[in-house]
């Protein structure tokens, strides 16, 4: 059966209209993005293979371009509209970010670190830094690392702190193993930072690790 011969309320575009864009299906949202199906299959049946094949969004969106175009019924147009819709949503967060008081409502910051390093198979720590209304003046990438392992220095995220005149500033890094429970280690560079603002007067407002679906802020969690 073609996709235009299913009844109505079964078809992407129709269920937006008539229920919303939420009331859609992963392979339904990733159908609205293909267009077209291939070999045979209608958009849905393939996003749905797709998503079957690659463990879900989560693992689609993890491919670099030269892999996702790879997968059938994927050639570099349509792998680039999947990745243009994934940037636009990381644009759209940052922009979103630059707007709030992070501190307050860190809601449009967390989204923005899921969907730029949330999915990295490396591990990458920022430090955002932040004004006196704790919205967001700068960030900076300062270490990436192999595998799960990174190191940072205090004094490589201090000097941009005083250069920038930041008020206070978060640090935030993500776990490749999609686990984003705190090590030792994550707990021990935290205590270092937290003092090093304390001595120079740019608080650490908070330590926040993500992954690509959900996130653990010291903060929230009352560890700072």
Known sequence: MSLKDWDRTL??????????????????????ILRNGSHGEHAVALA????????????????PLNRMQQLPGIGLAKACEILACL???????????????????????VAWLKSSIGRQD?????????NEHN???????????SGNVVSVKPADIFSQAI?????????????????????????????????AGEMLNIPL???IIVAYDR??????????
């Open 11 to 32: 078809k992407p575009r129709e269920k937006v209209r008539d229920s919303g864009i939420d009331s859609l299906s992963d392979s339904e949202l990733l159908a609205l």
């Open 48 to 63: 749905s293979r797709i998503l079957n094949q690659t463990g879900g969004l989560s693992g689609l969106v993890e491919l």
């Open 87 to 109: 940037e636009v949503s990381r644009r759209i967060s940052y922009q979103k970010m630059l707007l709030s008081d992070v501190i307050a409502s860190p809601d449009q910051l």
């Open 122 to 130: 490396q591990e990458y720590f920022l430090a955002i830094f932040l």
């Open 135 to 145: 919205r967001v003046i700068s960030h900076a990438s300062l270490a990436q690392g």
């Open 163 to 195: 250069r920038l005149k930041a008020a206070s500033l978060i640090i935030a890094h993500n776990h490749p193993s999609q686990h984003v429970e705190p090590s030792l280690a994550d707990k021990l560079t935290t205590r270092q930072l937290l003092k």
């Open 205 to 207: 407002q908070d330590h």
């Open 215 to 224: 996130y653990f802020s010291f903060r929230q969690h009352q560890i700072l």
